[in-house]
């Protein structure tokens, strides 16, 4: 009942550390899927005696986990960012679940989003997702940014947590939104024939009023306080970024209708 550990990263020297000593005593094996870093990412995964595979992965981040399992020796893989943690209780629950698996291929976990070191749990923050799967029994299919798994068996679920910590500054979350939201665009002004501006107007306008009243009114966000608008705004900023490029881009390319 051997446990994987995949991790994909790019540039994670500030973070990577905290996600490696959640797994001391859990994982058996880390595998690491690095995007080219420029800094110790890589170096301070071998430290911890993680296996490294450097891919580059332009915008593509399910061929990079696909590489991670394929590279994995593990029944089950643990699928993880860099910004994650496991608590230990998390660890123990895992554990417990794949001693009687039964006919289970995959399990959701819950991910806990901390905004600036604070434990949200409204707005849209704190949901299950499928993280832990048997090998050979789950895929992730090709994709840019949103990723999406192919499953061949049923899917149980771990009451436990994730701890997902996305943001350490104000500044990260602009910088994040930048690079995300360039690969988000190029990915989908390649297929673009043409795109209306009032398409456009209605993403940047209603769409993102009707998605901050979603997250901050019927889905709570408010009481989560600062950090639950916060939270929220940063969900609306952040797809208005990606379809004012895509404007950008689409003027530019004369794509506009």
Request: aromatic share 12%.
């Amino acid at each position: 009942m051997g446990i994987s550990v995949v991790i994909i990263t790019k540039n994670e020297e500030e973070r990577i550390k905290k996600c490696l000593d959640s797994l001391r005593g859990f994982a058996d094996e880390i595998v690491i899927v690095d995007d080219l870093s420029t800094d110790k990412t890589v170096e301070i995964c071998k430290d911890y005696g993680a296996k490294v595979i450097i891919h580059e992965s332009k915008g593509d981040f399910g061929s990079q986990r696909n590489i991670g399992i394929d590279n994995s020796k593990g029944e089950w893989i643990l699928q993880m960012d860099a910004d994650e943690v496991v608590p230990y209780e998390t660890a123990k629950e895992i554990r417990k679940k794949l001693m009687d698996s039964g006919e289970f291929v995959a399990f959701e976990l819950k991910r806990r989003n901390f905004l600036l070191s604070y434990p949200l749990k409204y707005g849209g923050s704190y949901n299950y997702g499928i993280k832990l799967f048997r090998k050979g029994k789950v895929c992730y299919n090709k994709g840019h940014i949103h990723e999406t798994l192919k499953i061949e068996g049923k899917v149980g679920r771990i009451e436990a947590d994730i701890y997902h910590y996305p943001f350490s500054s104000i500044r990260d979350i602009l910088n994040k939104m930048n690079f995300y939201t360039d690969v988000e665009v190029d990915y989908f002004t390649k297929s673009l024939e043409s795109i209306s501006f009032k398409e456009i107007k209605y993403r940047l306008t209603w769409k993102s009023l009707k998605l901050f009243w979603k997250l901050y009114v019927k889905k709570k966000g408010y009481k989560d306080g600062m950090y639950g608008l916060v939270w929220c705004i940063i969900n609306v900023i952040g797809p208005q970024i990606k379809w004012l490029k895509v404007w950008e881009k689409a003027l530019k390319e004369e794509k506009i209708v």
